[in-house]
């Protein structure tokens, strides 16, 4: 079941790949194409991400919960059971922003094999993407893939660290322009907010700099995007990104 | 709180599992090199070269790079006049070893061959095997350039006599008709370079990438078969080709020469007989198992292997004399030595099985304890 999940994304790529007339540093154009389709797909999931997270935030917010949460501050067990009232006539889903999270993870391990898959290093790989092509793309002159991108070479870890800094960068822009503001001094949830700010970044510059460029290359893309599509429905906090001094509470 | 620690726990995981999708050299990662002379088979599987006696199948030595970590095996390895054997890795330092079998040393109760040189000048995997010509050594490497080497310079760090640049991934061993070497190329390329001043004589491109080698036909035409599902055949003077047989799939292996007749697979597990005299398919079966590896010649019929696990004795009539089911999966061209042949297998217990001519196992490496 996972080899056709992975067999459909290196076809696609590959169509991509072959739409574009496979030119020089055209792998890369169709992993961004892809990456956009990608996101396309996963608007709608996306955008119940946003939702259920404006909607978590909104709670920590709100004056009648932060009173449930002095109130029964030394019972857990009462409160969970507040929470999860509160949840019910708020109509929050509390899964609403982990859901779609999920659902990233399976995508980028995918088109990490996918990738590697298509820029095969070895013999017995091309012999197993020959079987893993559709018969109704006819693809085999466009075999080997061109890997150069730009100074990268896609099927393998970017040498000069760049990209790994752009990922890192864009990532640490997303994850602040996605932070809603609190007026909750304890709010756990935004205190740990701002930890992710710094350690996603951190982690997905790490990917980028271990693993194929290719991936790197659908990371940032996916994170402008991401930043785009926050953007567009007027959910980036612009604010967050200026010094602690300077913003509005 | 929760979904923030959950969220870290995924990208862990995900690290976990890219992690894991493209680890370490692990035995089945690609096939193995294979060549056999005198009374020793030579092995390249993985990150180990074996040296195996082939009387009984033990273990004569192995070479392993301690200061390659990464350094992995998969082009036949090739025998000088000398008895060195040559083989490259892919991985790390993209190192070309000539391995010296009469200067073993024991550590450990493991035996290991001196190496007399290292070239290490080379950007890209060896997936190809040199070729010898005279005292000068043909490599093809994967970064596109052919390394000339000479074999008798007494370099113990050898610097190439000259880069021929050509381009594409080059995979595939060189074959020459003594005044030229062909090589072909993964970027649909046929060169030709001529064995005297190493200067490029001609370039041509298919319309499919050539994993395998070039053969000379008795006609004196080149063969060539590529993943453009076509046989050509090339003017070795000129370049000028042609297709000369449409093939039902991706030609990977090297066509074998016999007279007039040409052998060779495809990956749907084809099998051609091809007449250079008349320029017409001869027959074609389909034994069972995709074609990767060459046939070979014994005797009056031919040796083939299958994707399958098998190896066919199929007479020049196509009648299929026996087939003997090895176990695992063989992409790697045999050998013959010693009235034996040898196979190479991945995904079983044993990295290589030695069968009498009427395919009956007589033993396996390493031996079963």
């Excluded at chain 2, 990438?209 to 993943?227: K, T």
């Excluded at chain 2, 190479?344 to 490496?365: H, I, P």
Aim: with cysteine; charged share 15%.
């Amino acid at each position: 079941m996972w080899d056709y999940f992975v067999s459909l994304f290196t076809n696609v790529l590959l169509w991509i790949y072959n739409l574009l007339g496979n030119g020089p540093h055209m792998f890369g154009v169709a992993i961004i194409l892809f990456t956009i389709l990608i996101r396309i797909v996963t608007w709608p999931l996306n955008a119940q991400q946003m939702k259920g997270a404006k909607a978590m935030q909104d709670l920590q917010n709100d004056v009648e919960w932060q009173k449930v949460q002095k109130k029964y501050a030394k019972d857990r067990e009462k409160l969970a059971q507040e929470q999860m009232r509160v949840y019910r006539e708020k109509g929050i889903n509390p899964f609403g922003s982990c859901l779609p999270m999920l659902v990233q993870f399976p995508i980028m391990i995918a088109l990490y094999q996918s990738i590697t898959h298509a820029l095969t290093s070895t013999p017995l790989d091309l012999l197993k993407l020959s079987r893993s092509i559709y018969p109704f793309l006819n693809v085999s002159d466009l075999i080997p893939l061109n890997s150069n991108f730009l100074w990268m070479n896609l099927g393998q870890p970017e040498p000069y660290y760049i990209l790994a800094i752009v990922v890192a960068a864009t990532t640490y822009l997303q994850s602040k322009l996605t932070l809603p503001p609190s007026t909750n001094p304890n709010d756990q949830s935004a205190a740990m907010g701002q930890s992710m700010a710094i350690t996603m970044p951190l982690m997905m510059g790490w990917l980028a700099l271990t693993f194929p460029s290719g991936l790197a290359v659908y990371f940032v893309t996916s994170n402008i995007l991401g930043i785009v599509q926050y953007a567009a429905q007027g959910k980036a906090n612009w604010s967050n990104l200026l010094p602690k001094s300077m913003q509005k509470n | 709180m929760r979904k923030k620690l959950l969220l870290i726990t995924l990208v862990l995981l995900g690290a976990v599992l890219l992690s894991a999708c493209g680890g370490g050299p692990i035995r089945g990662t690609t096939w193995s090199g294979l060549a056999a002379s005198g009374e020793t088979a030579y092995l390249a599987d993985v990150s180990m070269v074996y040296g195996i006696n082939l009387n009984d199948g033990s273990e004569a030595w192995q070479f392993l790079d301690k200061d390659d970590g990464k350094a992995q095996f998969y082009a036949n390895p090739v025998i000088t006049p000398d008895g060195l054997v040559i083989v490259g890795s892919t991985g790390g330092t993209h190192t070309l070893y000539a391995l010296d079998p009469n200067d073993v040393t024991t550590e450990n109760d493991i035996k290991s061959p001196a190496t007399e040189w290292t070239f290490k000048g080379a950007k890209g995997p060896w997936a190809a095997s040199p070729l010898i010509v005279g005292n000068l050594l043909y490599a093809p490497n994967a970064d596109g350039n052919l390394y000339i080497l000479n074999l008798n310079d007494g370099q113990s760090q050898k610097q190439a006599v000259k880069v021929v640049e050509l381009g594409g991934r080059l995979w595939a061993q060189p074959v020459t008709d003594g005044q030229r070497v062909f090589i072909t190329s993964l970027d649909h390329s046929v060169y030709a370079v001529d064995i005297e001043t190493y200067e490029l004589v001609w370039h041509k491109d298919l319309d499919g990438a050539i994993p395998g080698s070039p053969a000379i036909g008795s006609d004196g035409m080149l063969y060539v078969g590529s993943l453009a599902k076509q046989l050509e055949r090339f003017d070795p003077e000129t370049g000028e080709h042609s297709p000369v047989l449409d093939t039902k799939n991706w030609v990977w292996s090297t066509p074998v020469v016999d007279g007039d007749m040409l052998y060779f697979g495809d990956v749907d597990g084809n099998f051609y007989s091809f007449n250079t005299a008349t320029s017409s398919l001869n027959w074609s079966i389909q034994p069972g198992g995709a074609i990767t590896a060459s046939a070979i010649l014994q005797n009056d019929h031919l040796l083939l292997v299958t994707e399958s696990g098998s190896v066919y004795a199929i007479g020049k009539d196509s009648k299929i004399l026996w087939p003997e089911e090895v176990g695992g999966k063989i992409y790697t061209t045999p050998a013959v030595a010693n009235d034996l042949i040898l196979v190479a297998s991945l995904e079983t217990e044993f990295y290589l099985a030695a069968l009498d001519s009427n395919g009956r196992q007589v033993w396996t490496f390493p031996q079963k304890k």
